[in-house]
């Protein structure tokens, strides 16, 4: 009897496949875009840094001047005692939260907003920024890691530097154990085997070891046990160059 493909393992929702989330110590997100930090800045001392298998990068919690803590990630550079400012007044210093539109074009940003107000959303890996390209009125143009560029609302928020822990793939990983101990944190599924190497009970695609196989395209409307590798593409391989006549 064939098992069940990788998707529809993960579909039924078992642990192997669910977020460790009883093991994550705190949410990463901006304090609530207030009156205060509108028009003004709220300021904040970091007090102590703490890992988090959650996130990559290495996280900072903020004793605002009212006793509240806030736990952000840290940017590279950051130390101990170090003031963090938020608010459109804040200076444009590494680890700063300010709406984008008052961050200067060059500039490198992460935890960068989708909508004004919720936090902090996109570029929050470790290593990784952001770099504020232009302004418009209401606007701002941002290119990502991804080399793409993306616009954001003028108001939406972000953090000023890049996000610590720059060199974490650089350190070559030696046993296999250790490897699969930092994936399993992250709840990613991990090795991945080629479904061409399956059996034929286990994969559409398995079972090729003496015949040429069957096409990897599928139809849009394939039930979850079919549907895995080019959905309703158009064309597969290299294209053909036309000859000039």
């Known amino acids: 009897m064939g098992k069940m493909l990788n998707q529809q393992r993960r579909g039924k929702g078992s642990p192997a496949f669910t977020a460790p989330s009883h093991l994550f110590k705190a949410a990463v997100a901006f304090r609530s875009y207030d009156e205060q930090e509108k028009t003004s800045l709220v300021k904040g001392q970091v007090v102590r840094f703490m890992n988090d298998s959650a996130h990559s990068g290495l996280m900072m919690v903020i004793k605002e001047e009212t006793g509240r803590e806030i736990v952000l990630l840290a940017p590279e550079g950051i130390a101990l005692g170090d003031t963090i400012e938020f608010g459109a007044q804040a200076k444009v210093n590494f680890g700063n939260v300010l709406p984008l539109a008052k961050i200067p074009d060059g500039m490198p940003v992460y935890n960068i907003e989708l909508v004004p107000g919720d936090g902090g959303k996109m570029v929050r890996s470790a290593g990784t920024s952001a770099s504020v390209i232009s302004h418009t009125e209401s606007s701002v143009y941002v290119g990502l890691p991804s080399k793409k560029v993306k616009v954001f609302d003028a108001n939406c928020r972000a953090q000023v530097g890049l996000v610590s822990i720059g060199g974490r793939l650089l350190r070559p990983v030696f046993k296999a154990g250790k490897k699969h101990h930092m994936v399993a944190s992250t709840a990613r599924y991990w090795p ?44 597969v391989g290299r294209g053909r160059k036309r000859k000039r006549l």
């Not at 399956?198 to 090729?208: I, L, N, R, T, V």
């Not at 096409?215 to 895995?228: M, Y």
């Open 192 to 235: 991945k085997v080629r479904g061409v190497a399956m059996s034929a009970y286990d994969h559409p695609f398995g079972g090729k070891q003496h015949h040429p196989g069957r096409s990897t395209v599928v139809a849009r409307n394939a039930p979850p046990g079919r549907k895995v590798g080019l959905i309703a593409a158009a064309s």
